[in-house]
């Protein structure tokens, strides 16, 4: 398969996994359940008004590297360099995910993040809590 098709087919599969989380999967019984813990594709726009870009949150990446907190000078960069989260994947997902957690940086915009999405662990909720 080329790489072209490829990434076509992964993008496709992308959107299409996004488009079944955004309505929930229905059981045998008619009752829809909350969608998985999957990343929605999405930020809702708002990310990118808070100068944060179009992309951000919307798949796994350690989007958290790109922002001047975690660079030297940064709030969450130390001696030993940047805290772990830092370089941490994550992205956004639905609000019922119980392993989400409501957005530190767009606290009114209903975003929910979550590492476990992406493989990692949820250790930047225990540092905003001594650190905020």
């Known amino acids: 398969m080329s ?3 490829s990434m076509a087919w992964g993008k496709a599969a992308l959107l299409l996994g996004c488009a079944a989380n955004a309505v929930g999967f229905a059981s045998d019984d008619g009752t829809v359940s909350p ?3 999957e990343c929605i594709g999405s930020n809702g726009g708002l990310a990118a008004s808070f100068g944060f870009g179009n992309e951000y949150g919307v798949w796994c990446a350690a ?4 922002r001047a907190a975690c660079h030297p000078g940064g709030k969450y960069y130390y001696e030993s360099g940047p805290a772990f989260f830092c370089e941490q994947e ?3 997902v ?17 975003l929910f993040y979550s590492y476990h999405t992406c493989g990692g662990d949820s250790l930047f909720d225990d ?3 001594f650190d905020p």
């Open 63 to 66: 989007w958290d590297s790109t």
């Open 35 to 37: 969608p998985p813990c």
């Open 127 to 129: 540092i905003v809590q």
């Open 90 to 92: 994550w992205c956004y």
């Open 3 to 5: 790489s072209l098709v």
């Open 94 to 110: 639905h609000a019922e995910c119980k392993e989400g957690s409501p957005s530190v940086f767009l606290p009114d915009s209903g």
